[in-house]
């Protein structure tokens, strides 16, 4: 590969992922990125430049070397690859698929400058899938047992991490899940179309042959709280990756109307209650057929219900967001997804009220138009209503996906651990400490609604001060 | 995995399990509840737990058949397994010593309302417990009742047992009879709660319900669960399941709880025939 010169790498266009086809896939739950070949995947990784300073490792919240794992890939080492990322990613097949690399790695390639980047996020999937596939995935070696339990709460991503990392060290993990499935948003929020939940059950798989044990249908602040974790069940610390799980709502006329649901709801009767399958499973969902959908909200959540109506079979699957599109949350590769699969944007709109009949079921909603004002705190221009521009439109099923907050089942059975204003704890961002001992937090719960990569960073940052703490006992 | 100790009908239609769950058992206090799921492919639904025993580390639930998840849930038997069961979970009901409490449960719904029973009965108060039930064959937990009671009493629709009325009669009548009541508990079906909530509301009673909406999780992350609460969306899976009666939108509980009355009308039907097949096969095994 060191034949080619920089100006020949840079001509080699961007490959795409190869993808089912829309109108097929916006009928069925499988995949829809069917992932590159070897052939395609070296191509992509002789894109590379092999910068001496690489600019796209910083972009990367975990600083993956991705320059190094890229090289490999060209070499055709693609199990190398693999390894070289888990020195920093644990969960390389998912982050691979669900990164917003637009906005990270990517946009921090120098290819991207002149051109389109380095496709650092397929490369990734493409290599762990590699891995999966060929049946070697080496279980990572485990240091003789320490004797110190270590606690986690909560098996997204960030505990999933943090468990895997100490671990290896030699602690005694157990992770304590309140569902009856692990890995969090990842099995009950983000759809099978875009993470086949088989991913997340062999990532799991790897942690149990660790050693890693787990206990499901067990809630924090219920059958233990974090004083008897570690006071009488013998914890020397724990670890906090409760997530951001509770569902805000609009707080418009007709929300308990029946046929709205908050985004979670939808989500997880299809996801983790497998509606979909109804009655070869038993928790049903509104028949979507021939119905109109209408989806509040611009990140991936509105992006993944909007998705899962038409597979549902929506005649009519509607975006309401209340800015424009490039404010919306939601990753380039989704919006683009939705658009192809026929779902209808309506922007720079908002719910006014859900109209019901007599019977309580939805009918229809109100909305009425807004125009972008000055940028708010958040540096995003601020959506103002224009004043007489209502309109209302049929709809059968709205799900209200604007957001999540922090569920406070444990801290409300913990109050030594201060939070904020908004109920997310409140940490030392180096060492990911709580105001309680021997506590640590991290993921969704510590910065509110964010992403995979940095729940997963947030719990290796803890697993790496939990270490610390432990051997040498200064808190 | 949870192991099925004990299990026996006490109605028809109407079984009682005692499941190991020591941990559960250990930490339930009065008026919360448990999310089962039988196998794989089922349901998760919310159950009372209506008494524990910590030393056989044990939990007690009483079930109505009602539907596909609980009618198949009362086919099991002792020594059998549930694969989930999670909890404890809810508020635990607000227990004082008020003075007079009457504790009113309809159909399941006494089951539902016995631990609080017990729990006020501790406190202190004076208890009047009125059960009620269609007709004599399906009065649950008599004798239980009666053990926690100052006053008992049973009324069925029918009048085939204890008084004849409905529960609101019996305590219209103990209100007409000069009765100082100082709190009210009501479970049961919507329409009796809210005859309840409308019999006490004239009178100022303070008078408490235990909402059913239909849940998932039940830890507060689906909203589903939502009820409105003096115009309030509260979650009754962590917010209540009690709530102030007089506060409560009964109408929107109702409506809310057809919204899947299509499907669970095919689901049963689905079940029920496979019930039958299996019925069939067994006889004509035994035939061979
Ligand atoms: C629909 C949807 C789509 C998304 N899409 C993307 C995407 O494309 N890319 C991306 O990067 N991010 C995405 N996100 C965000 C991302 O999933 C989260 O930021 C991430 O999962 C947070 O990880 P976590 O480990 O902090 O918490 P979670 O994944 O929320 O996991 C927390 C776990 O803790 C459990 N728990 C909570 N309380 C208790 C308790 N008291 N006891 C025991 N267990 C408890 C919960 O049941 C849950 O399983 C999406 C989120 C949603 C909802
Ligand atoms: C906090 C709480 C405590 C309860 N305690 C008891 C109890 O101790 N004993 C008992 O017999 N019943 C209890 N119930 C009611 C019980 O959960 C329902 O009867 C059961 O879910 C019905 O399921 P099914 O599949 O058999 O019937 P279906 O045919 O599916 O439904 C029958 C009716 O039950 C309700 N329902 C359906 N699915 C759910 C669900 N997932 N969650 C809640 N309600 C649902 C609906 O109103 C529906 O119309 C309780 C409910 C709640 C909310
Ligand atoms: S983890 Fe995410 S940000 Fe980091 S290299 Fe992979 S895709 Fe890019
Ligand atoms: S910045 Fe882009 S071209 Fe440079 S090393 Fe990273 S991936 Fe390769
Ligand atoms: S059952 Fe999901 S929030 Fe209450």
């Not at chain 1, 005694?172 to 499935?181: G, Q």
């Not at chain 1, 890995?183 to 059950?201: A, Q």
């Amino acid at each position: 590969m060191n034949q080619l010169t920089p100006k020949e790498r840079m001509k080699i266009p961007r490959h795409s992922m190869i993808e089912q086809d829309p109108a097929e896939r916006s009928r069925n739950f499988s995949e829809v990125n069917l992932g590159y070949t070897p052939e395609l995947a070296i191509e992509e990784a002789q894109r590379c430049l092999q910068c001496p300073k690489p600019t796209c490792v910083a972009g990367c919240p975990v600083n993956i070397q991705i320059k190094d794992f890229i090289t490999l890939i060209a070499e055709g080492d693609f199990i190398g690859a693999v390894k070289k990322i888990k020195e920093d990613n644990a969960l390389p097949a998912i982050c691979g698929r669900v990164c917003p690399q637009e906005e990270q790695c990517e946009e921090a390639c120098v290819v991207g400058k002149r051109g389109e980047p380095v496709a650092i996020g397929y490369l990734e999937r493409f290599v762990a899938d590699y891995e999966r596939e060929s049946g070697k995935i080496d279980v990572p070696e485990v240091k003789v047992s320490n004797g110190k339990k270590v606690a986690i709460v909560g098996s997204g991503p960030a505990g999933l991490s943090c468990a895997k990392d100490l671990r290896e060290k030699g602690y005694e993990v157990t992770v304590f899940e309140a569902l009856h499935e692990l890995g969090g948003v990842l099995v009950y929020g983000i759809p099978e179309f875009r993470l086949p939940k088989e991913i997340v059950r062999t990532e799991i798989d790897g942690l149990k042959r660790m050693g890693v044990k787990f206990e499901t249908d067990a809630i924090i602040g219920r059958v233990f709280t974090v004083d008897e974790l570690m006071e009488e069940e013998g914890y020397d610390a724990v670890f906090l990756g409760v997530g951001a799980g509770l569902p805000w709502f609009l707080g418009i006329e007709g929300e308990n109307l029946n046929g709205v649901y908050s985004a979670n709801e939808f989500l997880t009767r299809v996801n983790l209650m497998k509606a979909y399958q109804f009655p070869e499973y038993d928790s049903p969902i509104l028949d979507c057929h021939n119905k109109n959908v209408a989806v509040f909200g611009g990140g991936n959540t509105a992006m993944d219900a909007v998705r899962t109506s038409l597979r549902l079979g929506a005649k009519n699957a509607y975006i309401v967001y209340r800015r424009s599109e490039k404010e919306m949350p939601a990753r380039v590769e989704e919006i683009k997804h939705a658009k192809e699969e026929g779902v209808q944007f309506m922007l720079l709109t908002n719910p006014v009220r859900l109209i019901g009949d007599d019977e309580g079921w939805l009918k229809g909603m109100e909305l009425i138009k807004m125009e972008l004002g000055e940028p708010d705190e958040s540096g995003r221009r601020r959506p103002i209503p224009i004043e007489g521009s209502n309109f209302t439109v049929d709809i059968d099923v709205a799900v209200i996906a604007i957001g999540n907050g922090p569920n406070p089942l444990v801290t409300q059975t913990t109050p030594e651990i201060e939070t904020s204003r908004r109920g997310t704890i409140v940490v030392d961002p180096e060492t990911m400490k709580t105001s309680k001992k021997g506590v640590f937090a991290g993921g969704d719960i510590v910065t509110g609604g964010a992403t995979v990569i940095l729940a997963m960073g947030a719990g290796r940052k803890a697993a790496a001060a939990i270490d610390h703490y432990l051997q040498n006992g200064a808190w | 995995m949870f192991k099925i100790i004990e299990a026996r009908f006490l109605a028809e239609n109407i079984k009682l399990f005692e499941i190991e769950a020591p941990r559960i058992a250990k930490k339930r206090k009065a008026g919360q509840f448990v999310i089962v799921r039988i196998h794989e492919h089922g349901e998760r639904i919310p159950l009372t737990i209506a008494d524990s025993d910590v030393e056989k580390g044990t939990i007690t639930i009483i079930v109505q058949g009602v539907g596909k998840t609980t009618r198949e849930l009362n086919l099991k038997k002792k020594g059998d397994i549930i694969l989930d069961v999670v909890g404890p979970l809810g508020q635990p009901s607000h227990i004082e010593n008020f003075g007079t409490a009457v504790s009113i449960g309809g159909g399941v719904g006494t089951a539902i309302a016995y631990p609080t029973a017990v729990a006020l009965k501790q406190a202190g108060n004076y208890v009047i417990t009125i059960n009620g039930a269609r007709n004599k064959d399906l009065v649950i937990l008599e004798e239980e009742m009666k053990a926690v009671s100052d006053e008992a009493y049973i009324t069925t629709d029918d009048g085939s047992y204890g008084y004849h009325g409905f529960v609101t009669d019996k305590l219209q009548e103990l209100i007409d009879q000069g009765k100082k009541i100082d709190f009210v508990l009501a479970i049961g079906p919507i329409p009796m709660m809210k005859a309840v909530a409308d019999v006490t509301r004239p009178y100022g009673i303070k008078t408490v319900v235990s909402l059913n909406p239909i849940m998932v999780d039940g830890t507060g992350m689906c909203g589903g669960c939502r009820v409105l609460i003096d115009g309030k969306a509260q979650f009754a899976c962590v917010d209540g399941p009690e709530f102030d009666a007089h506060k409560v939108d009964f109408k929107n509980l109702a409506d809310r709880n057809k919204m899947y009355h299509k499907y669970e009308q095919e689901a049963l039907k689905h079940f029920e025939e496979k019930c039958k097949l299996t019925e069939k096969i067994n006889t004509l095994e035994q035939a061979e």
